[in-house]
C-alpha cells in the first residue's frame, strides 16, 4: 500500500516538473471506436509537449492526484479495519468455550438453572441468523440491481432444508422484492406446522438431538437416513451441528407455511417416494403454491440426490430448462 502511494507522489512530482516522458501513441489508437482519434491528438500532444498539455489540464490533475491519494488511504484504513477485526474475532473464538459457559451461568442466574441454557442457545441462534443475513444480503447484492430483475437473478436451491432457512431466503432477504429470485426448488423438506402443539413436538426432538450430538458425539448420527451417514464422515465438530439443529431446524410460529400461497416464481418440490415423514409435506405445499410442479423419485429416501442421482439429475435439469430466459 505505502509503494501505491510513493507511486502516485512520484507521479505527481514528474508532471510538476516536467520530467514526466511519455511514449508515442500508436496509429490503431486513432481507430478506436468513439474516442480514437481524440485520445490519440491528445496522447500525441502529450508526447510533443507534455508542459502545456499538463498546463492547460493542471486544475483537474491536482483534483484527480488529491482523489488518488485519498482513495489510497481509504484502502489502507478499510486494511486495518479488517486486521482489527480479525484480531478481536480471533480472541473471542480463542475463549469461545468460557465464553458460553460464562453465558449459561449468566442466564440460569437471572431465569433460574432450567432455562438458562435454552436462553442461551437461543441467544446463539439469533446471533447466527443475523450474520447469515447480513453474508445473504452481501452475496445477494453481488447481482447487478439496475435492472428490472437485475445481472444474475437466482434459482434458490435447497436440499432437506428446515422451513425457515428457505423461507428466510425467499422472503427475508432483498432477492423477493427486487426480482432477483428467478426459481424456487425444494427437495426432501417442509413446510412447518400450523399446530402449535405439533411445532413443539418437532422442536422438542431438534434439541433433543442437538443435546444427544454434545454428549455422545457425532456417533448419533450413524444409524440415520443416508445423508447423515455421510455428514458423519464430512463433518468434524459435533458441537456445531448441535448449535445448527437448535438454530435451524426449531421452529417459531406458521409464518412458513401460511405464506405458500404467496410464493410467485416458479417452484419445483422433489422427494423421494420412501421419504415417508416428507411425502405429506411435500404434496401438502405442491397443492398450496400457484403452479408448483411435483416430482416423487422412485426408490430414493431422504436423500433423494443422494439415493438416485441420475434421476434427480434429469428432473431437475427439465425444471430449469423450462424457465423462461431472463430479460436482455
Known sequence: ???????VKQFVADVQSNTLQIPAPRESVAKWPLV????????????????????????????L??????????IGGALLQFLIAFVIAGIIMAHGASGARTAVAVFSRVVGSEKGGRLASLSTATVRTVAQGVLG?????LADPSGPRGAGALELFGVALPPLCWFRALT????????????LVLCDTGPGYRNAAARAGWNARAFRRADELESRGLEVLAGSSREMRESVRRHRSAKGLASAARGMLAQDGSRVIDSLPTITVPTLIIVGDQDEPFLAPCRYMAGKIPGARLEIIRGAGHSSNL????????VLGDFLGSLPPEPA
Not at 53 to 58: N, R
Not at 137 to 141: E, G, P, R, S, T
Not at 175 to 180: P, V
Request: glycine content about 10%; aromatic content about 8%.
Open 137 to 141: 444480503v452481501a452475496f445477494l447484492a
Open 65 to 74: 492526484a488529491k482523489a488518488a491519494l485519498g482513495f489510497v488511504a481509504s
Open 307 to 314: 439415493d438416485q442421482p441420475e434421476a434427480f439429475d434429469r
Open 36 to 63: 480514437g482519434e481524440r485520445l490519440y491528438a491528445a496522447w500525441s500532444q502529450a508526447h510533443a509537449d507534455l508542459p502545456s498539455l499538463v498546463k492547460t489540464l493542471q486544475p483537474k490533475i491536482g483534483e
Open 172 to 183: 427475508g432477504l432483498p432477492c423477493a422484492g427486487c426480482g432477483m429470485t428467478r426459481a
Open 1 to 7: 500500500m505505502s509503494s501505491l502511494g510513493d507511486w
